[in-house]
């Protein structure tokens, strides 16, 4: 007799099946060291710092100097991979919309003095005492994010960025990409589905964001860095009559000042076991003044930029117990509000409840230069 449990299990592992299989077709070159080094890579109890540890892991069933030659001479087609990632996604709960999130991870590098195109990369802990920063290589990745509670995520994109790459053209360079793949693998696009939405922290410009996505039919939701932001409501009605240029901004939304707030569009309240009862309230049309640096740095006109920001509010928090980092050094208090900025991308672009689109750069750009994951041989030392 065959359980339920039993045909779960069968249908999970046809899956991994498939991806293993799907993932071998794309080594083009030495396709058999490439994908046992894969799993040793996957299969280790603790991050890799050496490639002579791989080859003596358990699953890597050659010599060592295979691996070498596998990195030296193997090829891999990265487009097959990309489809590969797309496919092996999981399914969004309850006909809601697929969850992607966007950031970026530093490999620090301060002692490889020969290896190229190295930058010095924000470290929220350095802990020396003066610095902030370190010599290494930035990552942006997306990865597919589930609801819920978990920490598992599902990779579908990685780029290391040069130093004088920008963040924004990089992200949403790739975020054009994976909806162009959604669409292809039938993910998205289709009557009654939700476009697909991308989960950002702070660290990403929500304005120039919005302008650089605004063609492409996903979501976008940023947490706004800081708690006194200045938004504007949309400008009255034109009066009958009036002469001269029309406003092109309303009244002030002062986020640090309630009385200037209007009733909201929506609001909701949940009581949580573990944040108390949150309260969210969305206000929709609001529009920063945009200023003519960064993004913004070259347009000749400086575009009105619209989505909905939402504030959102709990009691309790996770635990009293205090922050602190493995460092020592601690870590602020945790905030009682946070203010989110949301909007559309592509044909719902300019006012809904949360979206995000593609690439409009300012100025001609080519895109990100694609580099491998695995860093230059040649070093100038042991980091």
Known sequence: MISVQDDRQAVEFGAVTGFRDGFYRCLSARADALFVLCDAVSCGERPVTSLVELSLSPVFRRGHGALYDALAAGEIDAAGVWDVLVD????????????????????????????????HCHTSCRCDGDRKTIPGWNYAWLAGIQWGRSSWVSPVDAVRMDPDDDLVAVTAAQIRELATRLRAAGRTGGAGRLPPMMVMDSGYPATAMTDAVSDVDVQLLIRLDRDDRVFHRPPPPRVPGRTGRPPKYGARFECASPTSWHTPDATLTVDTDRYGRVEVHAWSGLSPKIQARGWFADRSELPVVTARSCTSAWNTCPTDAPRTRTCGCGGPPPRASHWIWT???????????????????????????????????RTGGPG
């Open 88 to 119: 092996g996604l999981p399914a969004a709960a309850d006909e809601g919309p697929l969850l992607f999130t966007a950031d970026v991870t530093v490999c620090p590098r301060p002692d490889a003095e020969c290896s190229a195109d190295r930058g």
């Open 343 to 377: 909007c559309c991308g592509g044909s719902t672009y300019g006012g809904s409840t949360s979206s995000i689109s593609s690439v409009l750069p300012s100025r001609p750009w080519a895109g990100p230069r694609r580099k491998p994951a695995h860093p230059p041989s």
